[in-house]
Each structure stands twice: as structure tokens, then as C-alpha cells.
């Protein structure tokens, strides 16, 4: 489906269409356990990205209240994203040596090399 690619983006036609962000989750499934990838970035600011990131790896806190507080207002405020983020919780619980991680990076807030930093330190 992709190769040997390191990066894989995902767009959509429309934000909040239900059909686009369950395929997108799918595949985010699909890249982390058949491929080995570990991160997932989405158009959201650093610091709401920080706060999944924290919920991922140490499991504290409630899902939803997480993306409420994270996603809250956006395009991303959808039930999908809350079924990814506890996916990628209970992955990480169950394979601690390769978690996936997620990192916000909205486009106008960073530059490119930012985003290179941290994806080639997982």
C-alpha cells in the first residue's frame, strides 16, 4: 500500500465527515501494526498535541475529557478521534517498546524542520 514510504499523510475532502476519519483511522492502525510507524501528527496546536501525547504514554486522565480539551471547537472533535486516541492508549499499554505517539504540528505554527526533530527522535 505504501512502500517503504516513512511518512504517510492523510487529507480529506471535507473536515467532519464521518467517512474520512474512520478511514483514516483504519489506516493509522494498519501503519502502526503492520508497518512500524510511531507517530501520528494532526493539524492542531503544539500544546493540545503535548496533552494527547501525555494521555498516550502515561494513561493518565479520561479520553474524552482529553479530546474535549484538546480537539474542542475543531474539525477533530469527533468520535473517531476518540476511539484513536484509546486505541493508541491500549496499543501502547500492551507493546511498551514502540509506542505511537501524537504530536500537533498546525502548519502557519511550525516549520518544517521542527516537525523533523521530533518524528526522527521516535
Do not use: C
Not at 494513561?59 to 475529557?65: F, L, M, N, T
Request: hydrophobic share 30%; no cysteine.
Amino acid at each position: 500500500m505504501i512502500g517503504n514510504a516513512k511518512v504517510v499523510g492523510l487529507g480529506e475532502a471535507t473536515h467532519g465527515s464521518h467517512e474520512f476519519f474512520t478511514m483514516k483511522e483504519r489506516v493509522f492502525r494498519h501503519l502502526v501494526e503492520k508497518k512500524g510507524f510511531t507517530t501520528f501528527s494532526l493539524e492542531m496546536s503544539w500544546p493540545s498535541g503535548l496533552q494527547v501525547e501525555e494521555y498516550l504514554q502515561s494513561g493518565k486522565g479520561d479520553v474524552r475529557k482529553i479530546a474535549e480539551e484538546a480537539l474542542g471547537g475543531s474539525p477533530w472533535e469527533r468520535e473517531e478521534f476518540v476511539s484513536l486516541i484509546g486505541w493508541m492508549r491500549d496499543h501502547n499499554r500492551n507493546h511498551p517498546n514502540r509506542p505511537p505517539g501524537s504530536y500537533g504540528g498546525s502548519a502557519p505554527h511550525r516549520r518544517p524542520s521542527s516537525a523533523l526533530r521530533v518524528t526522527s527522535q521516535r
